[in-house]
């Protein structure tokens, strides 16, 4: 079975911090990557995705995720962070097979100071 | 463009009544699932269809039914509604053929007191 370990519970920094949300999963087979953030009272929206190619993926907002085969990681970056970017953030992952469903991680708080 | 349209939004219930969530989607997806959200826990998979006509369990499958009416919607019934199931759900749809991308419901906050 899948799973997928989120390192950080809680992140706190101050605006133009460099931000770093570490993400493992435990799947031995092809599997699909994802970041998503819930604002404050909001529903899930994607940030990225991996499924093939280059391994550093650029999403919304100025975020970038690195995939790295040999640690199952999957961690998600962004150089200077801002106020707005204050959200619960989920790295989520489904084997590449039809019928999956999307397994996620707890999930991780971050909180940024002006 | 509404795409995954979730009801109610807001529900409380008392101990061993029941309800039924529904959820629509209009993008026609094949798959569709829901998910508890709880403090702490993140999301975890109730139930999911992954094509009109099939559903299967998720992790947390206990005291939840599931009815995959039709390829739009997919409504989730609590049978005997217990405080341990207050949370938030969502219902998410996706095209498994395509990416496996979920796109999610506003989500439903059911309170059982």
């Known amino acids: 079975a899948q799973s997928v370990s989120q390192h950080n519970h809680h992140v706190i920094l101050s605006e133009a911090a460099s931000l770093e949300l570490g993400c493992n999963y435990s799947y031995g087979g092809t599997v699909n990557l994802f970041w998503y953030v819930q604002y404050p009272g909001q529903h899930l929206q994607l940030l990225l995705k991996?499924?093939?190619?280059?391994?550093l993926v650029k999403g919304i907002k100025g975020f970038e995720a690195e995939f790295i085969k040999s640690k199952f990681s999957f961690n998600l970056r962004k150089p200077s962070v801002q106020w707005s970017d204050t959200a619960e953030y989920f790295c989520a992952v489904n084997a590449r097979q039809a019928g999956t469903a999307l397994i996620f991680g707890k999930g991780t708080t971050l909180s940024v100071s002006s | 463009n509404a795409g995954v349209t979730q009801t109610p939004k807001f529900q409380v219930l008392k101990t061993g009544q029941s309800m039924t969530l529904q959820c629509a989607q209009d993008?026609?997806?094949?798959?569709m699932y829901w998910y508890r959200q709880d403090p702490g826990m993140g999301l975890r998979l109730i139930y999911y269809s992954a094509s009109e006509g099939t559903t299967d369990k998720g992790e947390v499958p206990n005291g939840y039914n599931v009815s995959r009416l039709n390829k739009r919607e997919f409504s989730l019934r609590l049978e005997s509604a217990a405080p341990s199931q207050t949370s938030v759900y969502f219902c998410a749809s996706s095209n498994l053929a395509d990416t496996g991308e979920l796109f999610f419901g506003e989500g439903s906050r059911l309170t059982v007191l």
């Open positions: 991996y499924f093939s190619g280059d391994p």
């Open positions: 993008m026609n997806h094949n798959s």
